[in-house]
């Protein structure tokens, strides 16, 4: 009996729930069924059932088309811009996912429909009835959470999922300058060709190369750009949380102004001041320090450092404040047990201070490591890359992995190239933050 009530939900929704007496879930799990059809066959001709010529399945209901985008990217291509019927391969690839998506939310109602017509049939065979109420209050009792958060995880699903899953899958793909949107008819359509560009990227010398030296680059100013800031931003806090400061809040409050102030404001003055007739030049001419124009842009350690210099100009008040906040939180009865153990200042710093600050700021260090890794805006609003190098393929000395992805992009539409190097990125950030996570405590607690 409970194959059965399960084999009728299967075929038709809620109708194994009518077998076992609950019409409320019974109409409710039909209607989902319902709607369904409705979208599937509301959102498409379907004139490939007639058996009519010009039938095709991408003028087929909503789940049928995308599912068949998705697979094909499309057979028609724009050759001609007198030509109406088209198909459009990125357009087709990002249907499809969705298609996908809300099939999958389909697929979720129609296995719970089974399970709940089968397992309420046994409890009705062991004696223990349960109306559709009943089961809706224990529902909403027990799944509190999970129904809270769906709306949240819905739009997650179309506003994350889908761009994440859309970057992915065009890193197997040839999508680049000669497959764009029918704007102006391309040559071809968007194909599948597997890890062929992955292949490239690793076994052509001049990718290989600049993949690895972009790399290298990038680690170099993720580490270097966290600590140079951190290690200000401490120094700053000891300063300020010292005895012999005078008027420490208006001190913090002086040196919190770069964080407070718009980024992109300082780091455009930032370029200006190192331009080759900028204020840095002037003023090193007037006193005699240099007597022709440095160009800072035009040599790659300047570049470099540059923008180690500007990120941590940026960087330090976040953890200054950090610092100060965890200070004031110190066990002074241990320093005090320390002086009179005859421990020196620069002792309690070494042995006590430090090793507390940096228990408490790793895991935040960890996750700076990995935003700097991904920090687009100081590379590209105070060097754009530069400066040239003419051993990288599209990207420039200073660019790190997300610049060059966006030279890729927007630049050269190499969006295949530039997805696999976003995947490359995805690796080894979602790395480094899930090795964050586990060594949490709240993580280890659960």
Do not use: C
């Amino acid at each position: 009996m409970p194959k059965l009530a399960a084999i009728m939900s299967a075929v038709i929704w809620g109708s194994g729930q009518l077998y076992n007496k609950q019409p409320i879930k019974a109409a409710f799990f039909f209607l989902i069924q319902v709607l369904f059809i409705f979208v599937e066959f509301s959102t498409g001709t379907w004139a490939i059932l007639t058996g009519q010529t010009y039938a095709h399945f991408r003028n087929a209901g909503f789940f049928s088309s995308g599912i068949w985008g998705i697979i094909t990217l499309g057979e028609i291509a724009r050759v001609n811009p007198r030509v109406e019927i088209f198909d459009h391969s990125t357009m087709l690839m990002l249907g499809g996912l969705i298609a996908i998506l809300v099939l999958l939310g389909f697929a979720i109602f129609y296995i719970w429909n089974i399970r709940d017509a089968y397992h309420t049939r046994k409890k009705l065979m062991a004696g223990d009835e349960e109306s559709s109420l009943t089961y809706l209050k224990n529902v909403v009792s027990n799944s509190f959470e999970y129904i809270a958060i769906t709306p949240g995880l819905i739009l997650l699903s179309f506003f994350s999922f889908i761009p994440i899953m859309y970057a992915f899958l065009t890193a197997f793909t040839n999508h680049n300058v000669m497959s764009l949107p029918p704007v102006n008819p391309p040559v071809s359509l968007v194909d599948w060709v597997g890890f062929a560009t992955f292949r490239q990227v690793f076994n052509i010398p001049v990718w290989n190369r600049t993949l690895v030296g972009v790399f290298a680059w990038t680690v170099v100013w993720a580490f270097a750009a966290t600590f140079t800031s951190f290690l200000v931003g401490f120094i700053q806090a000891l300063l300020i949380n010292s005895k012999l400061v005078k008027f420490p809040k208006l001190w913090r409050g002086l040196f919190i102004l770069p964080w407070a102030i718009p980024g992109f404001i300082s780091m455009l003055l930032f370029r200006n001041f190192f331009v080759a007739h900028g204020v840095v030049n002037q003023l090193l001419l007037q006193f005699g320090i240099i007597d022709h124009w440095i160009s800072f842009y035009g040599s790659v350690g300047w570049s470099r450092a540059i923008v180690i210099i500007v990120n941590m100009w940026l960087g330090f008040p976040y953890f200054m404040a950090l610092v100060s906040g965890i200070m004031t939180s110190l066990n002074m009865e241990i320093y005090e047990a320390a002086s009179i153990d005859g421990a020196t200042s620069f002792q309690q710093l070494r042995y006590l201070t430090i090793p507390t600050i940096l228990s408490a700021v790793a895991p935040l260090l960890i996750m700076s490591v990995a935003h700097n890794f991904n920090n687009f805006a100081i590379i590209y609003f105070v060097t754009e890359g530069g400066p040239a190098n003419i051993n990288y393929m599209r990207a420039g000395s200073t660019d790190i992995l997300i610049t060059w992805v966006y030279r890729l992009t927007v630049d050269y539409r190499m969006y295949n190239f530039a997805s696999v190097m976003s995947v490359f990125i995805f690796i080894v950030v979602a790395s480094v933050s899930g090795w964050n996570l586990l060594r949490t405590r709240a993580f280890k607690e659960d």
